[in-house]
């Protein structure tokens, strides 16, 4: 299921590459392309490898809670962008900038609590379904994020944007009925056990 999701992301930015090409809004080259293909992979290794580590070693092995995982993980992320800010002497213009700004900062308000809002959900499901769910789920989202951005901002839409949107749905359902036969089979072998005993 993953590696349809996979091929399915990447027929659809290979699909808008090539139509800006045959609109003559071309940003990049062919490299460019190859650099959004290992982005997408780069992307999804993450996913994959951040939900399987919060399953393993937050909820298993720790018992923690979804809470405590996004206090944490914010908490570093500040001290890293902080780091970051600092290093790079940006950061008092950017807090004069921000203090100058009082629309950003509510945008930022607004974003915060909806990523509050996203991450929370997630980690619920890595808590209950596991880590392949949540991976199909933050690949859905992107895949999402992608086509809203063709509602909000209309771009050409072609026969290989509608392979990669086939592509992307074959996985989820893939993933959906292997989780689905995994479920029935786990109750069918309990109810075994439970006769036989």
């Known amino acids: 299921?993953?590696?349809?999701?996979v091929a399915g992301l990447i027929a659809f930015t290979y699909a808008t590459s090539s139509a800006k090409a045959m609109h003559g809004k071309a940003e990049g080259s062919d490299m460019d392309f190859v650099l959004g293909v290992v982005a997408i992979l780069i992307a999804v290794t993450c996913d994959a490898l951040l939900y399987v580590g919060e399953e393993k070693f937050c909820f298993q092995q720790h018992g923690?809670?979804?809470?405590?995982?996004?206090?944490?993980?914010?908490?570093?992320?500040?001290?890293?962008?902080s780091m970051t800010l600092v290093s790079t002497g940006q950061a008092v213009a950017s807090v004069?900038?921000?203090?100058?700004?009082?629309?950003?900062?509510?945008?930022?308000?607004?974003?915060?609590?909806?990523?509050?809002?996203?991450?929370?959900?997630?980690?619920?499901?890595?808590?209950?379904?596991g880590s392949s769910t949540a991976v199909v789920v933050t690949s859905t989202r992107k895949m999402a994020t992608v086509l809203c951005s063709y509602v909000i901002y209309p771009k050409p839409f072609t026969l290989l944007h509608a392979v990669g949107l086939c592509g992307v749905a074959y996985g989820i359902w893939l993933h959906d009925a292997a989780r689905k036969s995994q479920t029935k089979k786990s109750i069918e072998d309990s109810d075994k056990d439970a006769a036989s005993a």
């Open 96 to 129: 004069q900038w921000a203090m100058q700004t009082p629309s950003f900062l509510v945008l930022i308000a607004a974003f915060s609590l909806c990523n509050f809002c996203g991450t929370t959900f997630l980690l619920q499901i890595v808590s209950d379904f």
């Open 1 to 5: 299921s993953a590696l349809s999701i």
């Open 64 to 81: 923690s809670s979804g809470t405590e995982v996004i206090l944490f993980t914010n908490l570093i992320a500040i001290g890293y962008g």
